[in-house]
């Protein structure tokens, strides 16, 4: 048997063939208007997880979404594959809204409140870990580990959001005035339902003056 061929490789390629002919089907020119060019009003920044699609979940169609997705949806700032997405959506895309997207039940989450462990994603988790021990009073608090887990896959979303804020890309950009909203939303598995957490940043006052950029 040929493992570079197998049945779902064969079926993945059919699958797009038939996506393709059923989008020509229903508008010839659909594939020569997103060609063109790309405008999305929205930079989702989404955990890898393959249950959490970020098109899909808000209903948009290609275009409308420019996506970058790691493990736990972390902002890191040393992160430069995020910083370049994070500046090109921002300083030449335009967009108008950031999203951090969480999700209850995440692995890279669950994998940051024990000690095993995993390989490689040890040291991406280190970042995560940190969210945790700046959190643990509270956290530490809650009996329940479900309710936990749920309340740090929460905080850490939060903590992201801030974390956005404070780049020098966000910072430019509300000093020069642009239209820009970062957002912190958590999806649920259990029913596709997103929860707002309410946190909503439009500018820089909701920060602490040393977290915010003097130019």
């Not at 989008?23 to 920044?45: H, M, R, V």
């Not at 809204?97 to 039940?105: A, K």
């Not at 910072?171 to 005035?177: E, V």
């Not at 003056?209 to 130019?215: A, W």
Request: aromatic share 8%; proline share 2%; hydrophobic share 40%.
């Amino acid at each position: 048997m040929n493992h570079g061929h197998d049945e779902f490789y064969k079926k993945i390629l059919d699958n797009n063939k038939i996506w393709s002919e059923t989008k020509i089907n229903t508008d010839p020119e659909y594939f020569q208007k997103l060609a063109s060019g790309q405008a999305p009003p929205l930079l989702w920044i989404g955990c890898s997880d393959s249950r959490v699609p970020a098109n899909e979940v808000i209903g948009a169609a290609p275009g409308e979404v420019f996506v970058h997705r790691n493990i736990a949806n972390m902002v890191v700032h040393s992160d430069m594959n995020m910083l370049s997405v994070l500046d090109y959506a921002v300083n030449v895309l335009k967009v108008k809204h950031v999203i951090v997207c969480g999700h209850y039940g995440c692995g890279g989450v669950k994998a940051a409140m024990g000690s095993s462990s995993i390989g490689i994603i040890d040291n991406w988790i280190r970042h995560i870990k940190d969210v945790y021990r700046h959190n643990h009073q509270y956290l530490n608090s809650i009996i329940d580990d479900h309710a936990r887990f749920n309340a740090f896959v929460e905080i850490n979303v939060k903590e992201q959001v801030h974390h956005l804020a404070k780049t020098s890309i966000v910072q430019g950009a509300w000093r020069d005035g642009q239209e820009l909203c970062l957002h912190g939303w958590v999806y649920g598995l259990n029913d596709g339902i997103v929860k707002d957490l309410g946190v909503n940043l439009c500018d820089n006052s909701d920060l602490d003056t040393v977290d915010r950029i003097l130019f």
